[in-house]
């Protein structure tokens, strides 16, 4: 199975601040790699596939980059609406996997 | 607009058998791939199973295959998740969500429904 590794797995930070979070593959995906957003108590929602591409209305303040092993998600200005978890999910093959998690909290 | 509708959660005992359905709408429901995943209580999100467009194939995590069978009823639009054999670790919130794609090959999710609770407890 592809293990996925999200780091940092919680982060504090404040409105306006630009964020970046990492996720690594195990072994090489291509671009197989989807980013979600979760609140509290809420279904996830889809932020990002193919490591780059913004689902359909999704704010350009989120924008994801990397290809193979090594992906990032940036939020551009942190908003009070932006502060949730956030997950990555490769789908090169199944099982379909996901990462642990980042936890993006106000300061 | 694309909207999936879980029920079918509860209080099961272990050993015990559930199924849970999900109603679709908004979209050509027979024209894409569907899924399950659960998150247990304050963990993060694990892949359950998928189920391609025509429900000709199937896929499931190892920690399910054996118990739990993904179905699909395209002259309903809805999904099922049966599952059987439940343990307390199969304890969690199940959402349904839809794939982008109808072949079932692997691939993401890009609408999810709301969840529902399915609790195994002796």
């Known amino acids: 199975d592809i293990q996925m590794t999200q780091s940092p797995s919680s982060l504090s930070a404040s409105v306006g601040d630009r964020v970046t979070i990492t996720c690594r593959a195990s072994?090489?995906?291509?671009?197989?790699l989807a980013w979600f957003q979760q609140k509290p108590g809420k279904a996830p929602k889809s932020l990002i596939y193919a490591a780059s591409s913004l689902q359909s209305g999704v704010p350009s303040k989120f924008s994801g980059s990397g290809s193979g092993t090594d992906f990032t998600l940036t939020i551009s200005s942190l908003q009070p609406e932006d502060f949730a978890t956030y997950y990555c999910?490769?789908?090169?093959?199944?099982?379909?996997?996901f990462g642990g998690g980042t936890k993006v909290e106000i300061k | 607009e694309a909207q999936l509708l879980e029920s079918g959660g509860g209080l099961v005992q272990t050993g015990g058998s559930l199924r849970l359905p999900c109603a679709a709408s908004g979209f050509t429901f027979s024209s894409y791939g569907m899924s399950w995943v659960r998150q247990a209580p304050g963990k993060g999100l694990e892949w359950v199973s998928a189920i391609s467009a025509s429900g000709g194939s199937t896929y499931y995590a190892d920690s399910v295959r054996g118990r739990f069978t993904i179905s699909r009823d395209n002259s309903k639009d809805t999904l099922y998740l049966q599952m059987n054999s439940l343990r307390d670790e199969d304890t969690a919130v199940y959402y349904c969500?839809?794939?982008?794609?109808?072949?079932?090959?692997?691939?993401?999710?890009?609408?999810w429904g709301q969840g529902t609770m399915v609790t195994v407890s002796s």
């Open positions: 969500a839809k794939l982008p794609d109808g072949s079932g090959r692997p691939e993401t999710f890009d609408v």
């Open positions: 072994q090489g995906i291509s671009n197989y």
């Open positions: 999910q490769q789908y090169n093959t199944y099982p379909l996997t």
